[in-house]
C-alpha cells in the first residue's frame, strides 16, 4: 500500500523532531558534563567518598564548575577523585583550595564542593591535587546517635536507680533527706567552721597588724642585724664577760685554797682562824661570792643559748679549739 503525502510529511516531521530532540538531548548533556568546553583535570583524595559517583557535579562557592570523571582506588584507605574543570575556572581556582564531599540538598546527589582557601595561593593547574576534608556521613551520624540514645538510656536508668535508693533513705544522701538529726548535725557542724574561719581570719589580721607595728630598723633585733658597729659592740661586751667571769672562778678558787691554808696552818692566822664569829662572818662572805659566781655563769649560759648571741660563742669556742690545736 502506497503512502499517501500526508503521512509521508508526518513521518518527515516526526524524524526531523527526533532528531532535533536527539541533539538538543546530547548538547544539554554534553554541555552538562563539559563536552564541548576547554576543560583541565584536578583531583583530590579522600578516605571516603560517601556514595558519588562519575559523573557527579562539581561546585565552587556553590558554582557548578565541573563534574567527576573518575574515582580510582588508591589503596585500602585512599580514593582518589579526579575532576573535570571548566578552564574559565582556571584564574579563580588557587593551590589551596580545599575539596569536601556533600549533598545536593538532604536527599539530592552527591556533589564535590570545593572551598576556597585562606592564603593566597598560586593558580591551579592541571594535574593538580588539591587538599581534602572528609565529612560524616549520614550512617556515621545515625551511628553515633544511636549509640548516643543507648547511652542517654543506660544513664536514665541509673539515675532512676540512684532516685528511688534516695527516695528509700538508703546511701549518704538519702539519709541527710530522711534523718532529720544527722541533717541538723552537719549544719551545725557547717555553722562551727563557719565561725571558726571567722576567728581564724581576725586573728590573722590582728596578727597581721603586731607584724606592721613592730619598727624593726628602731628595734634590738633591728640594730643587730643591721648595724655592725652596734654588733661588734655587743660581741665586746659579752667576750668581757666571759673573761670576768673567768677571773672571779679564779679568785674564788685562790680564796678557798687561802682559807684552808688558814684553817690548818699555824701562826697569827691560825689564831684569827680560830675565832668563831670571825670564821662565821669569812665564810658567809664566801658563800655570797659564790652565789654571785653561780648566777654569773648561769646568766653567761643564758646568753649563750640566747638566739642573738649564740653565734657568737660557738664562734669563740671554734676559735679556742683552733688555738688549742696549735699550742699543740
Do not use: C
Amino acid at each position: 500500500m502506497k503512502k499517501t503525502t500526508t503521512e509521508k510529511f508526518r513521518l518527515g516531521v516526526f524524524v526531523i523532531s527526533g532528531l532535533l530532540l536527539f541533539v538538543v538531548a546530547i548538547y544539554l548533556i554534553g554541555e552538562r558534563q563539559n563536552l564541548f568546553n576547554k576543560t583541565f583535570s584536578i583531583s583530590a583524595n579522600f578516605n571516603n567518598v560517601n556514595g558519588l559517583i562519575q559523573g557527579n557535579n562539581v561546585r565552587y562557592s556553590g558554582i557548578n564548575v565541573g563534574t567527576v570523571k573518575r574515582i580510582t582506588m588508591v589503596n585500602d584507605s585512599v580514593i582518589n577523585v579526579e575532576m573535570v574543570i571548566d578552564e574559565k575556572m582556571v584564574n579563580h581556582i588557587k593551590k589551596d583550595a580545599v575539596a569536601t564531599i556533600g549533598t545536593d540538598g538532604l536527599v539530592g546527589n552527591m556533589i564535590v564542593n570545593i572551598i576556597p582557601g585562606e592564603g593566597n595561593g598560586a593558580m591551579i593547574s592541571s594535574g593538580d591535587i588539591i587538599k581534602s576534608y572528609t565529612k560524616i556521613g549520614t550512617g556515621e551520624m545515625l551511628n553515633t546517635l544511636n549509640v548516643t540514645n543507648e547511652n542517654a538510656a543506660l544513664l536514665t536508668s541509673k539515675l532512676l536507680d540512684i532516685a528511688d535508693a534516695i527516695t528509700d533513705g538508703k546511701g549518704t544522701l538519702g539519709m541527710l533527706i530522711h534523718d532529720s538529726v544527722a541533717s541538723n548535725n552537719i549544719k551545725q557542724t557547717i555553722n562551727n567552721l563557719k565561725f571558726t574561719s571567722i576567728q581564724a581570719n581576725k586573728a590573722l589580721k590582728e596578727i597581721n597588724s603586731i607584724i606592721s607595728s613592730l619598727n624593726v630598723d628602731e628595734s634590738v633585733a633591728g640594730v643587730l642585724l643591721n648595724d655592725s658597729i652596734e654588733a661588734q659592740k655587743v660581741r665586746t661586751v659579752i667576750a668581757n664577760l666571759e673573761d670576768s667571769s673567768k677571773e672571779i672562778k679564779t679568785v674564788v678558787d685562790n680564796l678557798n685554797e687561802t682559807l684552808t691554808n688558814i684553817k690548818d696552818g699555824e701562826g697569827a692566822i691560825n689564831y684569827l682562824s680560830n675565832d668563831g664569829e670571825f670564821v662565821r662572818k669569812l665564810e658567809q662572805t664566801i658563800q655570797n661570792v659564790e652565789e654571785g659566781t653561780d648566777k654569773f655563769n648561769q646568766n653567761m649560759d643564758a646568753l649563750k643559748h640566747n638566739f642573738l648571741t649564740r653565734g657568737y660563742f660557738k664562734k669563740l669556742e671554734r676559735e679556742l679549739k683552733k688555738a688549742e690545736r696549735k699550742n699543740k
